[in-house]
């Protein structure tokens, strides 16, 4: 399905470029010249015969050149890749031609060579060297980023970025903690970093901006003249009022999300009860394995059913549901939290389970902005054991359904056993009746 769409494609765009190329029409043609075909073709004999003669006598047969060609076409072939290139590992060097786009997730990442198309770096480290050119755009999400090549265009989201001798040929955006530029951008320029340097000391060289410069830090610095052609504009990184509305507004709408979904479980409380025979550490346990595996397997499924023709649509609808669930796993994880809080402090009242509710969904709120990292960890444990309770409960409830069926199995085998022990000692008495009879009538 795949190789037909894009043949269709390309016949589509081939067929609009031969539209909107120029005709050239044959009112200017050249007129070919008359000239007599026996003098030119004995005269073109002579001067082949003249030329071979010459070529044999001057040059030398050279039978190791030939070889010499063959081993450098296969070298050409062997340290060039004419397709998409996906990496991963621990240090990985791209010193080969990449005719297409590059994707790399390892700890150290180093480019010295040519790459035709975009490059998506998640990395520690990464290092263009004065070698290397790309020249498509240039993704990274690192640590550490060192620009000395030549890179077409730059988007960046790292903690450290030096730009040394390098080139960007038309924009650099980036995000950084510390920002140390002594290269050359073609065209414009955004940085947002808390620190910025435009002169390095070691060898005194300057960064070059030939378009325009838009940068935020918490203090304005002083730029070299002769550094920016353009205009320079500068935004402080400062917290304002807007910021703080923006958390106020973020927690009004998580609280919101958290309180409607309490109010849901109340109203199907009746039907979502849990079995009781999952309790304790096992099920904790349970909702840790169904959570994470739940989180991986669910996408590779929906990714699988993605190639399928036929399952297309269904994958589609089958992802929406999975980034709903994901949306209000956190949600899900506070009210679960909530209840276990109330349990153990032997809260029964909605209105105690309702404060409780909101004071525990502000604690996570607060927990997850967090800095360094902590509250992305916090954030995506909440998710995953939220996503775990969801579908425990979905499966919880199909145990309950196969239990109440082998109870009422249950219950009807016994009262089938109690009343043929009732009939059988029925039976019992009228024998030993008759008996009894037959032994007064003899």
């Known amino acids: 399905m795949l190789k037909t769409k894009s043949k269709f494609i390309a016949i589509f765009v081939a067929i609009i470029l031969c539209f909107m190329t120029s005709f050239v029409s044959a009112e200017y043609e050249v007129m070919p010249i008359s000239v007599d075909t026996e003098n030119t073709a004995s005269d073109q004999n002579d001067l082949a015969e003249t030329t071979t003669e010459n070529t044999n006598e001057e040059q030398p047969v050279d039978e190791t050149s030939s070889e010499e060609m063959a081993t450098e076409e296969e070298t050409q072939n062997t340290s060039m890749k004419s397709e998409d290139v996906y990496l991963t590992g621990d240090s990985i060097t ?3 031609v990449v005719d297409g786009n590059v994707f790399v997730m390892a700890k150290s990442v180093t480019i010295t060579s040519q790459i035709a198309g975009d490059v998506f770096v998640c990395s520690d480290n990464v290092s263009i060297d004065q070698t290397s050119y790309i020249s498509g755009n240039l993704f990274v999400v690192s640590n550490n980023l060192e620009i000395n090549g030549i890179v077409y265009d730059v988007y960046s989201v790292s903690k450290n970025i030096t730009i040394n001798n390098g080139y960007v040929y038309r924009d650099l955006k980036s995000v950084s903690e510390n920002f140390n530029f002594y290269g050359t951008v073609g065209r414009n320029a955004f940085v947002s970093s808390s620190s910025l340097s435009f002169v390095n000391e070691e060898t005194s060289a300057n960064g070059l901006i030939y378009g325009d410069l838009n940068y935020s830090s918490p203090s304005e610095i002083s730029i070299p003249e002769g550094s920016v052609s353009g205009n320079i504009k500068y935004s402080s990184l400062n917290y304002s009022n807007s910021n703080i509305a923006n958390y106020f507004i973020s927690l009004g709408c998580f609280l919101i999300l958290v309180i409607v979904l309490w109010l849901v479980r109340l109203f199907i409380k009746n039907r979502a009860k849990q079995p009781s025979n999952i309790n304790g550490k096992n099920k904790a346990l349970w909702i840790v394995i169904s959570g994470i595996l739940g989180i991986i397997l669910i996408p590779l499924v929906i990714i699988a059913l993605m190639f399928i023709p036929i399952t297309f649509t269904i994958s589609l609808l089958f992802a929406s549901i999975f980034f709903l669930l994901l949306a209000i796993s956190k ?16 809260i029964n009242k909605e209105i105690g389970i309702f404060g409780v509710l ?56 016994k009262t089938n056993n109690k009343k043929d022990s009732k009939n059988t000692k029925e039976t019992k008495k009228s024998n030993d009746n008759n008996k009894t009879d037959n032994t007064k009538k003899e």
Do not use: H, Q, R
């Open 331 to 346: 949600s899900v994880f506070v009210i679960g939290l909530n209840n276990y809080i109330c349990k153990k402090l032997n």
């Open 94 to 96: 791209i010193d080969y």
């Open 358 to 413: 909101i004071i525990t969904a502000i604690v996570i709120w607060a927990l997850c902005l967090i800095p360094y990292n902590v509250g992305f960890i916090i954030s995506l444990i909440t998710m995953v054991l939220g996503f775990g309770i969801l579908l425990t409960s979905v499966f919880n409830k199909k145990i309950d359904e196969n239990s109440d069926s082998t109870n009422k199995v249950k219950n009807i085998d």
